[in-house]
């Protein structure tokens, strides 16, 4: 191992196809630790994690997430996990569906030497579905807007979970006892350069976090990045894939990112309209679906984006 590592140009130094067929590698391994006769191994994306598409001799289909080594650790992914196959189970809701390995545990860890860290790998099945984007109806964004009511509501009641709050400022604020103090806010500012947009962007929605409290109404398990990219139509049906930033927050931080994603069409306003339509048809929760807690909460989202 020691020869190869000494061959082997630094992980650091790859471009992206170099990562991903070294992490390719890795996924092979990871794949003998489930009870799945694998046909054919398919790059999908390399962003903050890298997935494959695993074409099964048994005629069906998988993702395989290979996780990245600074996002959730293991016992995290699992609680992802955890929350997918009770979603599965409970409601009629189309989500990944986990696969378990053959231990029947629902996360493997991997390591290889080409690969400087070991990496917590999943396995889910196929969600089929269109992305649609500029697309997108209003009658579409109205289904979407029914799933995520009854995803919250579901939310609700997953207490205790091992996963982080999606609403605080910054990864160093969710290591923090306040994702919001001034210590989180200050690093937050000189990161973007000293703009005090952000301490104004912190202050609204600090406010509106306060006034909506805590309770089990407005705050719970979310998914967390819930954009047209993470959604899909299928049949006239709405399938949510990419949980990977789930975690506890309001719920209309669930419905400010979702609103923002479609800030880019011409048609915006009715779409808007439509999503929030749909959600209260299935939870009528005013304070959520308020025009100004949404407003609080994009901003924050913005922030959030700019400082990853």
């Known amino acids: 191992m020691a020869d190869f590592q000494a061959n082997t140009r630094p992980f650091a130094e790859l471009d992206r196809s170099g990562r991903t067929r070294r992490l390719r590698r890795l996924a092979e ?9 694998v046909a054919r191994l398919t790059p999908l994306a390399h962003g903050q994690n890298t997935a494959f598409r695993v074409d099964g001799a048994d005629g069906h289909r998988y993702v395989l997430r290979v996780q990245r080594p600074d996002g959730p650790g293991v016992a995290q992914v699992r609680a992802e996990m955890a929350w997918l196959a009770t979603l599965r189970r409970e409601t009629g809701l189309v989500v990944p569906q986990p696969v378990p390995t053959r231990a029947r545990d ?35 964004l109205y289904a979407v807007g029914e799933f995520t009511a009854r995803l919250h509501l579901h939310g609700a009641r997953m207490n205790g979970l091992d996963r982080r709050r999606v609403d605080d400022l910054t990864e160093f604020g969710r290591t923090q006892v306040d994702g919001f103090s ?125 400082l990853r």
């Open 182 to 306: 001034a210590t989180v806010v200050e690093r937050a500012v000189a990161a973007a350069g000293g703009d005090e947009r952000i301490r104004a962007a912190v202050a609204r929605v600090r406010a509106v976090r306060a006034e909506l409290g805590f309770g089990s109404d407005v705050f719970g398990l979310v998914h967390g990045d819930l954009h047209q990219g993470n959604y899909l139509l299928h049949r006239g049906r709405v399938h949510a894939i990419d949980f990977d930033d789930c975690g506890y927050g309001h719920y209309a931080y669930d419905l400010a990112v979702a609103c923002a994603a479609l800030a880019h069409l011409p048609h915006r306003e009715e779409l808007e309209e439509a999503l929030l339509d749909g959600y209260r048809s299935v939870r009528p929760a005013a304070a959520t679906t308020d025009p100004g807690v949404l407003a609080a909460f994009a901003g924050l989202r913005r922030v959030q984006l700019r």
């Open 29 to 37: 391994a990871a794949l003998t630790a489930y009870a799945v006769p």
């Open 106 to 140: 629902l996360v493997t860890v991997v390591a290889d030497p080409a690969v400087p860290e070991p990496r917590t790998c999943v396995l889910c099945h196929w969600v089929e579905g269109r992305f649609l984007d500029e697309r997108l109806s209003a009658p579409q």
